[in-house]
């Protein structure tokens, strides 16, 4: 009987891998001598759009790289330039000055890829 109590709990169990209907993003920042790690995030606020708005707003002191996955089509991907390039725009738009990791992060993806951050 025990057994087929946990075989029901773990049927019913969520998953521990999401799958949401858009990309999961996590930020990669640098904590200096304590190294680099991943941002613990909500898988409702891994979306691009949340991850720009942190940016924007500084809640990340100093990242370094954004990583977007797809649980259900099986990928995952840099995604730092794109997300540069949204922060510069939304920045832009809104006519607010970058704090000083996203400018960071900012300034880094332009030396990796000047072409497509150049103009912006």
């Known amino acids: ?6 075989a029901l709990e773990v049927l019913m169990s969520p998953s521990l891998v999401p799958s949401p209907d858009h990309d999961l993003h996590f930020v990669l920042c640098d904590f200096g001598k304590y190294g680099k790690a991943y941002i613990e995030t909500d898988p409702t606020e891994a979306d691009r759009d949340t ?4 940016m924007i707003d500084g809640q990340y002191g100093r990242p370094v790289r954004v990583i977007a996955i797809n649980p259900a089509e099986g990928w995952s991907r840099d995604v730092s330039e794109e997300i540069a ?3 510069l725009t939304a920045a ?15 300034q880094e993806q332009r030396l990796r ?4 951050l150049a103009d912006i």
């Open 85 to 87: 390039i949204a922060v």
């Open 113 to 116: 890829t000047p072409a497509r």
């Open 92 to 106: 832009d738009v809104e006519d607010r000055v970058l704090p000083a990791g996203t400018s960071a992060f900012v």
């Open 51 to 54: 991850i720009v708005r942190n």
């Open 1 to 6: 009987m025990h057994s087929v109590c946990v």
